[in-house]
């Protein structure tokens, strides 16, 4: 319990931190600016498919390995994972930034921002792609011996940067790439603090730091589990963020707004579901190897108490959000927000439920099933909000949003039980 109270600290104090500054972000760059940083926000947080997989493959991987004592193979482990995330996150980065050169952000609707201002956020965001990749391995490192309360102090401050950073700048300039210049630093620092955290779980083995070194065979064994996670983790952040990007290109940036603002307010109940998934995870992967007859107990345990109070918070949502939307953003706010944040109070439910079962997926080391679900996902998803905006706006791309948790959350459910590990 302390661990889940570690982790679900470190989700809340960024949530304060946004509910204080993302108002006034509104204020002062007004709903265009502020639609093209939530676009940044996404592309950065997409940014985390470039670790292939491999943090999540190495929290599993070195999970095991603690728990039948073959601790000096961890860090081969580690420089193996290391490796193929740093090449990844350059590729990726400089994909961006070519994409950024041959003019990527001309297709984003705009009234006042120059392409030329956003082709330089998203060369900025390219220089991030790096550290991004690189920080999975050492947060998975992490995970995998339990260091949770480091890894919540350190999600704390970025989620506090990751708002307030831009918060600081809006106080001086509103230029997109002075406001985005702040997310890069922040993962840049973030890498280093989890490398540094990484290197004392090593020394926690009491063997030392020994010098870990590449294996082709750890490669394989990492990607055979992380290229299904890869898989997953290109087309899911799609799922997540298609909604917003395609509400910039067929209405406009400005119409961004009216969904992020209600979306961010409403998903940021999930702290607690994605808490209880992310601590369950190592442990529950360790318990299915050991103790095959306990998980089950174990995880539907957390599964009934992760469905009830979602259930409480959600039902609370539905009636707060007409005081607590007006309140947080004043004239700010566009009266259809309150309509879209109610809507997507019905899928935050179903992606609770749904993570606690993707969890269990990847415990099993069945991560080929969940990036299948997600590729037969995406075109029906993509389908439904172009259909949907189309016809009936930002409202529309809340009940596509809506529609794929339900279907989503089914799925998951359904394979989970019906595998054997």
């Given at each position: 319990?302390?661990?889940?109270?570690?982790?679900a600290?470190?989700?809340?104090?960024?949530?304060?931190?946004?509910?204080?500054?993302?108002?006034?972000?509104?204020?002062?760059?007004?709903?265009?600016?502020?639609?093209l940083?939530?676009?940044?926000?996404?592309?950065?947080?997409?940014?985390?498919?470039?670790?292939?997989?491999?943090?999540?493959?190495?929290?599993?991987?070195?999970?095991?390995?603690?728990?039948?004592?073959?601790?000096?193979?961890i860090?081969?482990?580690?420089?193996?994972a290391?490796?193929?995330?740093l090449?990844?996150?350059?590729?990726?980065?400089?994909?961006?930034a070519?994409?950024?050169?041959l003019?990527?952000?001309?297709?984003?609707?705009?009234?006042?921002?120059?392409?030329?201002?956003?082709?330089?956020?998203?060369?900025?965001?390219?220089?991030?792609?790096?550290?991004?990749a690189?920080?999975?391995?050492?947060?998975?490192?992490?995970?995998?011996?339990?260091?949770?309360?480091?890894?919540?102090?350190?999600?704390?401050?970025?989620?506090?940067?990751?708002?307030?950073?831009?918060?600081?700048?809006?106080?001086?300039?509103?230029?997109?790439?002075?406001?985005?210049?702040?997310?890069?630093?922040?993962?840049?620092?973030?890498?280093?603090?989890?490398?540094?955290?990484?290197?004392?779980?090593?020394?926690?083995?009491?063997?030392?730091?020994?010098?870990?070194?590449?294996?082709?065979?750890?490669?394989?064994?990492?990607?055979?589990?992380?290229g299904?996670?890869?898989?997953?983790?290109?087309?899911?952040?799609?799922?997540?963020?298609?909604?917003?990007?395609?509400?910039?290109?067929?209405?406009?940036?400005?119409?961004?707004?009216?969904?992020?603002?209600?979306?961010?307010?409403?998903?940021?109940?999930?702290?607690?579901?994605g808490?209880?998934?992310s601590?369950?995870?190592?442990g529950?992967?360790?318990?299915?190897?050991?103790?095959?007859?306990?998980?089950?107990?174990?995880?539907?345990?957390?599964?009934?108490?992760?469905?009830?109070?979602?259930?409480?918070?959600?039902?609370?949502?539905?009636?707060?959000?007409?005081?607590?939307?007006?309140?947080?953003?004043?004239?700010?706010?566009?009266?259809?927000?309150?309509?879209?944040?109610?809507?997507?109070?019905?899928?935050?439910?179903?992606?609770?439920?749904?993570?606690?079962?993707?969890a269990l997926?990847?415990?099993?080391?069945?991560?080929?099933?969940?990036?299948k679900?997600?590729?037969?996902?995406?075109?029906?998803?993509i389908?439904?909000?172009?259909?949907?905006i189309?016809?009936?706006?930002?409202?529309?791309?809340?009940?596509?949003?809506?529609?794929?948790?339900?279907?989503?959350?089914?799925?998951?459910?359904?394979?989970?039980?019906?595998?054997?590990?």
């Open positions: 319990m302390s661990n889940l109270a570690w982790n600290g470190g989700l809340m104090l960024p949530l304060g931190v946004a509910a204080l500054t993302v108002p006034q972000l509104l204020e002062r760059l007004g709903p265009e600016r502020f639609g940083l939530a676009l940044a926000w996404g592309l950065i947080g997409y940014a985390g498919a470039m670790d292939l997989g491999i943090g999540r493959a190495l929290t599993q991987r070195v999970a095991g390995l603690r728990g039948i004592g073959e601790l000096r193979s860090p081969d482990v580690l420089a193996t290391g490796r193929i995330t090449l990844a996150g350059l590729s990726g980065g400089v994909l961006i070519a994409a950024a050169a003019g990527a952000g001309a297709w984003v609707r705009t009234d006042s921002t120059s392409i030329c201002e956003i082709r330089n956020a998203m060369l900025l965001l390219a220089v991030a792609l790096p550290a991004q690189m920080t999975a391995t050492y947060r998975g490192m992490n995970e995998a011996f339990l260091n949770f309360r480091e890894i919540s102090l350190l999600r704390a401050g970025l989620g506090v940067i990751n708002f307030g950073g831009p918060f600081l700048v809006s106080l001086l300039t509103s230029q997109l790439p002075w406001l985005v210049s702040t997310l890069v630093i922040s993962r840049w620092l973030a890498l280093l603090m989890f490398r540094r955290l990484a290197i004392g779980c090593l020394l926690s083995t009491g063997d030392g730091v020994q010098r870990g070194s590449y294996s082709k065979r750890v490669a394989a064994s990492l990607l055979s589990f992380g299904w996670v890869t898989l997953s983790g290109i087309v899911s952040p799609v799922l997540v963020h298609a909604d917003r990007f395609l509400i910039a290109s067929a209405i406009s940036a400005a119409a961004v707004s009216i969904y992020v603002l209600p979306y961010e307010v409403v998903v940021q109940s999930l702290i607690l579901a808490a209880v998934s601590v369950m995870f190592p529950l992967s360790q318990l299915i190897q050991e103790r095959p007859d306990q998980w089950q107990s174990y995880f539907n345990k957390w599964l009934r108490r992760i469905a009830g109070s979602m259930a409480v918070v959600c039902t609370a949502l539905l009636f707060i959000l007409p005081v607590l939307l007006p309140l947080w953003v004043k004239a700010a706010l566009q009266p259809e927000s309150v309509v879209i944040g109610q809507v997507l109070c019905l899928g935050v439910f179903a992606n609770a439920i749904g993570s606690m079962f993707y997926l990847h415990a099993k080391g069945r991560a080929d099933i969940t990036a679900l997600h590729v037969v996902e995406l075109p029906i998803f389908f439904a909000l172009v259909f949907l189309s016809n009936y706006g930002v409202l529309g791309a809340a009940w596509a949003w809506v529609g794929r948790m339900v279907v989503d959350a089914i799925l998951l459910a359904v394979c989970a039980r019906a595998c054997r590990v």
